[in-house]
Nanobody, 119 residues
Framework: QVQLVESGGGSVQAGGSLRLSCAAS????????RAWFRQAPGKEREGVAR????????YYDPSVKGRFTISRDNAKNTVYLQMNMLQPEDTATYYC????????????WGQGTLVTVSS
């Protein structure tokens, strides 16, 4: 069973940056499309960015477009989320997932990593 392991969460002040990583334990073509989701306390989980790892094609939720960048390193089976200009409303647990391409429908989840942005 492929596992997704996130890292890179932490605490930062508003306006700061963090980079999250999501490493897959092994390559599988079943998990070609990957995404980052987040869930703030008391709110539903929402998708923020996704990528097709073989083409590099990306999609962003409007709430993060221009501030967050999703990328991949296929040699490392790793997907990244560079988060810039962070705001307190970005505070959430961030989850990496494999998704059905072109959708937010997840087929595999990571364990999550907490991002806290203070004002």
């Amino acid at each position: 069973q492929v596992q997704l392991v996130e890292s890179g969460g932490g605490s930062v002040q508003a306006g700061g940056s963090l980079r999250l990583s999501c490493a897959a334990s092994e390559y599988s073509s079943r998990y070609n499309c990957r995404a980052w989701f987040r869930q703030a306390p008391g709110k539903e989980r929402e998708g923020v960015a996704r990528i097709v790892t073989d083409t590099g094609s990306t999609y962003y939720d409007p709430s993060v477009k221009g501030r967050f960048t999703i990328s991949r390193d296929n040699a490392k089976n790793t997907v990244y989320l560079q988060m810039n200009m962070l705001q307190p409303e970005d505070t959430a647990t961030y989850y990496c997932a494999a998704v059905r391409c072109g959708t937010w429908s997840a087929t595999l989840w990571g364990q999550g990593t907490l991002v806290t942005v203070s004002s």
